[in-house]
């Protein structure tokens, strides 16, 4: 049995940049040993594109001595050809490899997260919306995979010329290296201003994203209450409030973008000018020569390049990291225990100890409610529309966390509600998706127990028909059925059924009576019934009214005590012309 208490926060969690290195490096393992090759050849490749600044250098010098002839000058070009041509195809084999391990590793993240986000407490979505979630699993993994082409060069290539190109120059010519070292705390305080801001203004921009998902959803959700209640303008509205929100939010990303592009300028023109009045000074004073500054500016000159594509992406980076961040907080969400609250030994199954809920800020639902059902006992829940059945089973089955008292029940729980969704797949997906192991035979008892054995003959092709979106059509009723299917091989301890064969009609409504009653047989069972007769048919019922249990005790009991139940089994009878109490079949 599992156990809930009191809610606490809101939002999905968000990695704290420690968890999100920690869990991207775990991701890497298997691919080690192409990062190390990455860094290898990166640094190899630019260490390449060092030779041609110092030939030009080396030319310069020798033309200046006019020491240099055409086979100096082909020499020259011919290393200059190579170094480009190997530089190259080392710097297009880097980002190649990069970009391999980059989408390998994101690929398992999102398959870590797409299957954490199935089997993520309903608890959790609900209080944060599944917008959050659904903005976590699109938007979130697009901007980091769609950062790809911009991170990826400018971490490996951008980075390692950096690095190289500036080791090369201390080696080289080291008062150049120094005069530019100068300058480099201007980029310092640039990359500090911009993580500073950045992070922040893309966190705002992802969220506002996200709330402007969750309207939209909710919009396409409450369609028919929408349309019904003549709301299509105030959702309308609302959406463009958050595609506002959206809109400002990403104005204020770029215009952090121009501003760092403005600073970027002001630290390439201090370098060019720092490097030339050095050279200037040092040729003056003899301590260099003129093609050993046509050297260093000719690196330097490399340099800016790279360092602004490096600014420029901390960009991309930042809202990728943004994005990151956010799907690793939803894949490392740690699995609840299901550990037992309410013991087999007690004979309870479900315990609920002075629970008190409600939603959001509004009034509560109920309050100091106390409920045990035993062990396989099938309870049946009845009550005026409004009175709490429905939140009383979301509650025990875990949907909502209680904001006071105490929830236990068995962990292996299923709840069947009206709605009911085909996922798009085969007959036979759909009905082991809490059995994966289901035999077929297995799959084919339970279509009999609840009475769908005939929907096998109407599909063209059995078991493997695709139903769901774009598949064959299904009718509520078998819809109902298949859930109800489902949940006998799922075989959970505690089965709710929340008015889940009330919207059968008529027609279908012993059909679906009995698979619910085959879907019941043997475990407990809480039954929001919508039909006395089949509340009639259970251990005992509870009686609820404005989230109170007003009566409990057995049909017979109630019936004879002539409270609220009596009158409403009285009316129920009248009503179907019936005068007998409707037999349980097992
Ligand atoms: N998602 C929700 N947000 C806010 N209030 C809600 C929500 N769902 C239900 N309520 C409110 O909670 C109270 C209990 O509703 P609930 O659906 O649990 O009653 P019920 O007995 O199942 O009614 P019905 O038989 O009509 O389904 C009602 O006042 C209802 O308006």
């Known amino acids: 049995m599992s156990g809930a208490s009191a809610a606490t926060g809101q939002a999905l969690p968000v990695a704290g940049s420690r968890e999100t290195a920690r869990e991207v490096w775990r991701l890497s393992r298997g691919h080690r040993l192409r990062l190390a090759t990455v860094g290898v050849l990166g640094i190899v490749s630019t260490g390449v594109n060092l030779i041609p600044p110092v030939i030009i250098g080396f030319l310069v010098d020798r033309v200046q001595a006019g020491t240099a002839d055409l086979g100096t000058v082909l020499t020259v070009t011919a290393v200059m050809v190579l170094s480009a041509v190997l530089g190259a195809v080392g710097t297009a084999v880097t980002i190649v490899l990069a970009t391999r391990v980059y989408h390998t590793i994101l690929a398992a993240l999102r398959e870590q997260l797409v299957g954490r986000a199935m089997t993520l407490p309903q608890h959790l979505v609900e209080r944060a919306g599944t917008g959050d979630l659904i903005s976590r699993t699109s938007d979130d993994v697009t901007a980091v995979a769609d950062a790809a082409p911009a991170v990826i060069p400018a971490l490996t290539v951008s980075g390692f010329t950096i690095v190289v190109s500036l080791g090369g120059l201390a080696a080289l010519e080291w008062p150049y290296a120094a005069a530019f070292a100068v300058v480099l705390p201007v980029y310092v305080l640039v990359m500090r201003w911009y993580l500073r801001v950045g992070p922040r203004v893309y966190g705002a921009e992802r969220a506002a994203m996200s709330a402007r998902a969750q309207q939209i959803l909710e919009s396409q959700r409450g369609y028919a209450t929408v349309l019904g209640l003549g709301l299509a303008g105030q959702r309308h509205h609302t959406v463009m409030a958050a595609s506002w929100g959206v809109a ?6 770029r215009t952090v973008m121009a501003m760092l592009s403005l600073r970027l300028n002001l630290g390439e023109c201090l370098s060019l000018a720092t490097v030339l009045v050095v050279g200037f000074v040092l040729i003056d004073a003899d301590a260099s020569t003129v093609g050993g500054a046509t050297a260093a500016m000719l690196i330097v000159l490399r340099l800016l390049g790279p360092i602004n594509e ?19 907080g939803v894949a490392t969400i740690p699995e609840e225990t299901d550990e037992p609250t309410a013991t087999a030994d007690t004979g309870i199954a479900v315990r609920l100890h002075e629970v008190a809920f409600g939603y959001g800020d509004g009034p509560r639902v109920f309050d100091n409610l106390t409920l045990d059902v035993p062990t396989g006992q099938r309870i049946a829940v009845v009550g005026a529309s409004g009175a709490g059945k429905t939140t009383l089973a979301a509650v025990i089955a875990g949907i909502h966390l209680p904001d006071a008292g105490t929830v236990a029940q068995p962990g292996r729980t299923t709840l069947i509600t009206q709605e009911t969704h085909v996922f798009a797949g085969t007959l036979r997906d759909n009905l082991t998706l809490g059995a994966p192991r289901a035999t077929d035979d297995d799959i084919h008892a339970a279509l009999d127990a609840t009475g769908a054995a005939g929907l096998l003959d109407l599909l063209p092709d059995g078991l493997n028909t695709m139903i769901g979106t774009g598949g064959h059509p299904l009718t509520d009723a078998q819809a109902q059925q298949l859930a109800l299917a489902r949940l006998l091989l799922a075989d959970p301890e505690l089965a709710i059924l929340d008015e889940a064969t009330a919207e059968a009609g008529s027609t279908h409504a012993g059909l679906l009576d009995r698979a619910a009653e085959a879907a019941l047989r043997g475990r407990t069972g809480l039954v ?10 259970c251990d005992r ?3 609820m009214e404005h989230g109170r249990i007003i009566e409990t005790g057995t049909h017979d009991e109630l019936v004879a005590a002539g409270g609220v139940y009596g009158g409403l089994w009285s009316a129920w009878e009248a009503g179907r012309g019936m005068n007998n109490k409707p037999g349980r079949t097992d």
């Open 248 to 253: 400002v939010h990403t104005l204020r990303a």
């Open 310 to 328: 490096l600014l420029y992406v901390v960009d991309d980076l930042q809202s990728a990291l943004a994005s990151l961040s956010r799907i690793i």
């Open 528 to 537: 929001i019934a919508h039909r006395l007769s089949q509340a009639a048919t």
């Open 541 to 543: 019922i509870v009686v």
